[in-house]
Each structure stands twice: as C-alpha cells, then as structure tokens.
C-alpha cells in the first residue's frame, strides 16, 4: 500500500514525519489511523518493546522489529473494526481464562485450549510480554475466530452436495478419528492433598466431585474432567498426556510428579475408527466453507480496510500489510 499523508478530522492535509499536531492544538505521535482511529508513536514503542530477539545496536534488526510491530497494531484495528461492523466482542473475563489455559500448557505440555493461533503467537511475544499484552492477543485471535466462524457461516450457503462427495473421495483417509479419552485429573502443588484426594477416591467417592473440591491451578475450572483428549496408545515420554495413554480405564493412577503433584483416572476410552460420509459431511461443508471464507472473503475485508488505512511518512514497512500481524 502506498504510503499516504494523514488528513485531521476538520480537513487540513498535514505532511507528516512522526509528530502529528491534532487538529484543535496540541500534538500527537501519530503514525497510522484505521477508519479514523489513531495508532500512536507509544503504541508503537510498547510493541517493539515486547517483541524478542533485538541485537544491541542492530539497526537493520529494530527496523524490522517496528514494520512487524505496526503490522500488529494495524492489523489489531481492522480486526476491532471487522468486530464492530458485525456485532461480535470477546470479554476480558474470556480472554483471561484463555490465557491462563494457554500458559499452563506450555508448562504441561497439554493441549485443551480453543486459541492454537494465539499459542503460537504468544511464542513470538516472548519472554517480555506482560500479562496484559498476553490478554492483549489472545483476545484478539478469539475475536478473529469469532470473524471467521460468522464468514464461514455466510461461504456454507453456498457448498453443493456433489462437492461434498468429491472432496470425501478424495481425502477419506484424512477422516479417521483418533483415540480420544475422559479423564479426571486432580492436581495440587502440594503432596498432602494430593494423597488425601486419592485416599478418598479410592474410599467409594466419585473422582469427579473429589476434582471439583480439591484441585488447584487452570484445570480447576473445567473441574478436573478433560473431555475427548486426544492421542494415542503407546505414545513416548513420561509427561502427563503420555501417562494418560499408558493407563487403563478406570483405574486410579498417582501420584505422579509434573509441575504439581497429580494423580487421574481415565474414565472412557472411544477407540479409533473411521466414520462414513453421512457423519462427516457437516465438516466437510463447514471445511469448505472455512477455507472459501479464509481466502476470498477475507481477502476482500483486507481490501476494504487497507482502504481506510494511512500511514505517517517512514512507516511505510508496517502499513503495507496490516493483516501481517495476526496472520
């Protein structure tokens, strides 16, 4: 995208470099609007600052450091805006929990949460990111999916029966259902309560509600059930998922030692199989959909927001691409 000059709201042009005097007195860092909203020379200097991997004295390395962080903070904007125009929020209250989720399985090396692509992102934010800025993404990447689901919905309308076929043909192999398992697990950071939660389990109490009063930390509230986790038998490694996959059903396994002490009991096992076409042609649509949704139509918001995006003078890396960030 070409770069721009940056227009006030009451309709004087002003060639700008970094500062940018606002319209009515005073002075604003401005180095990008979306639809009208300021991003500012401190927006932007927190971003860079989150952002690893800076050599002391690498010019090149920070110039590539602040096109990526104004690419997130453009990208961040459409994504507000796409939100608004459709009627769609995310509450901090969610993007909290998600984020919590998202640290414990870092540490545990467990996967239940709804937001893989904030996981990745939060790889990239690193070590300096604070809280806030965790909450910051994953917020973002909930609303995005959030974008994504009311698109797919819209592209579904437009998915035939005979491509549906033609796709399961093709890719049936793609269809089989792993081994999924329930399992109750009841983790605390201390050994005491650990052993007396498996002391009254093993009394005739039901592990469910023993997970529900006893156990601590992010899995406390799904009240220590994992619905349909998802792996297979035999897998390598002594952490807490592998453990899961060795035990047998209905049997009460712990205390094991991870980041806390644990013990869990594996309530069900669905085996693995392959379903037929009747049970899988809602996803095939939905798939589909998503992927039409994640191509044209998306590229067609990005057109439209690119087209109320202006960017300062020297920040012409950054505003080429706004969807860069979050992608």
Not at 34 to 49: E, K, N
């Amino acid at each position: 995208m070409n770069v721009r000059h940056l227009t006030c709201a009451c309709g004087a042009a002003v060639v700008v470099a970094i500062a940018v005097g606002a319209c009515g007195g005073g002075s604003i860092d401005v180095v990008a609007r979306v639809a009208g909203v300021a991003i500012t020379r401190t927006d932007l200097d927190h971003w860079i600052a989150v952002e690893d991997g800076l050599a002391p004295g690498n010019t090149s390395g920070k110039r590539v450091v602040e096109a990526r962080a104004l690419s997130f903070l453009i990208s961040e904007q459409w994504t507000l805006g796409e939100g608004r125009e459709l009627g769609l929020t995310v509450s901090e209250r969610r993007a909290r929990r998600e984020t919590e989720v998202l640290n414990y399985e870092r540490r545990a090396g467990i996967a239940f949460g709804d937001v893989p692509r904030a996981a990745k992102r939060m790889q990239v934010v690193g070590s300096r990111a604070t809280e806030a800025d965790q909450v910051r993404v994953v917020k973002l990447e909930l609303l995005e999916a959030e974008i994504q689901q009311a698109r797919t919905v819209l592209a579904a309308q437009g998915i035939g029966h005979t491509q549906v076929v033609a796709y399961y043909t093709r890719h049936k192999r793609h269809f089989l259902v792993p081994e999924h398992r329930k399992v109750v697990v009841i983790e605390t950071p201390r050994l005491g309560p650990t052993l007396k939660a498996k002391r009254e389990i093993e009394s005739g109490k039901d592990p469910a509600r023993v997970a529900r009063h006893v156990s601590q930390g992010p899995l406390a509230h799904l009240g220590g059930a994992l619905q349909d986790l998802v792996g297979r038998r035999g897998m390598r490694g002594e952490g807490l998922v592998a453990n899961i996959f060795r035990a047998r059903p209905r049997l009460l396994v712990g205390p094991l030692r991870g980041d806390w002490y644990y013990i869990f009991e594996v309530l069900h096992v669905s085996p693995a199989h392959e379903p037929g076409l009747a049970r899988v042609e809602d996803r095939i649509v939905e798939y589909l959909a998503g992927r039409q949704a994640s191509t044209a139509t998306r590229a067609a918001e990005e057109r439209r927001w690119a087209a109320r995006t202006v960017c300062a003078q020297g920040y012409a890396r950054g505003c080429g691409h706004g969807g860069g960030g979050l992608a």
